[in-house]
C-alpha cells in the first residue's frame, strides 16, 4: 500500500488511506492546544500588570517573548480542524502577535546598542537585559509608540484568546487541578516553576 501520491498541481503530498496522518484528530488538537497555552501562560506579560508595576516594562517583556508566542500560536493554527472553536479567537491573537514580533529585531538592536551586548550573545545576563528592562529604557525605543501600539493589540487579542484555550483544555481558574496547582506561578516581573 502506498502512504501518498504527489498532487503535481501543487508541491503538497495527499495522503491516502490507513497511513494518513492525524493532524487534526481531537488528541492532536487538544495536545497542541496545551503546547500553547503553556507558553501563552508562561511567556506573555499580556494577562495582568503587578500593582506599582509601570506597564511600559511590560512592551518590553512582550516584544521579546513576541517571536516564542507567535511561532505556538501559529503551530496550532496549522494543526487544527478549520471549523474549531478556537480559530475564531486564535488568528486575531495570531495576527497581532506577528505584528509585535515584527518589533523585535528593532528592540533587541536597540538593547544592544543602549547596553552594549554583542549581537551574537545568548547568555542569560544578555536575554535578561533584552527582555527585562525599567521603563525609562522602554520610552527611549525609537519605536515606543509603535511598540505601544501593537502591545495593546495583542493584549486585547490574548485576553479574548486565553479564556478560550484554556476552556479547550478543560483548564480554568475554578478547575480542580487547573492554574492554581499546575506548578506555575507569577512571582514580581519573574515567572518560575514551583
Known amino acids: 500500500m502506498s502512504i501518498g501520491r504527489v498532487d503535481r498541481r501543487s508541491t503538497h503530498i495527499v495522503y491516502e488511506g490507513e497511513n494518513m496522518p492525524d493532524r487534526t484528530s481531537p488528541h492532536s488538537e487538544r495536545e497542541l492546544a496545551w503546547n500553547t497555552h503553556v507558553v501563552v501562560a508562561t511567556r506573555t506579560p499580556f494577562v495582568a500588570i503587578l500593582p506599582g508595576q509601570d506597564p511600559d516594562c511590560r512592551i518590553a517583556e512582550a516584544v521579546y517573548d513576541s517571536s516564542a508566542v507567535h511561532h505556538a500560536l501559529r503551530k496550532l493554527a496549522a494543526g487544527i480542524a478549520p471549523d474549531s472553536r478556537l480559530v475564531l ?16 529585531s528593532s528592540w533587541i538592536h536597540h538593547c544592544n546598542t543602549r547596553f552594549r551586548l554583542d549581537a551574537a550573545a545568548e547568555d542569560t545576563n544578555s536575554e535578561m537585559s533584552r527582555q527585562y528592562v525599567t521603563p525609562d529604557t522602554v520610552r527611549a525605543w525609537s519605536h515606543f509608540t509603535a511598540g505601544r501600539a501593537a502591545y495593546d493589540e495583542t493584549t486585547a487579542a490574548v485576553r479574548e484568546f486565553q479564556p478560550v484555550l484554556a476552556q479547550f483544555c478543560g483548564v480554568s481558574a475554578g478547575t480542580p487541578g487547573g492554574p492554581g496547582r499546575s506548578g506555575l506561578r507569577v512571582v514580581s516581573r519573574i515567572r518560575e516553576a514551583s
Open 89 to 104: 479567537t486564535l488568528l486575531p491573537a495570531m495576527v497581532a502577535a506577528g505584528n509585535l514580533m515584527s518589533l523585535r
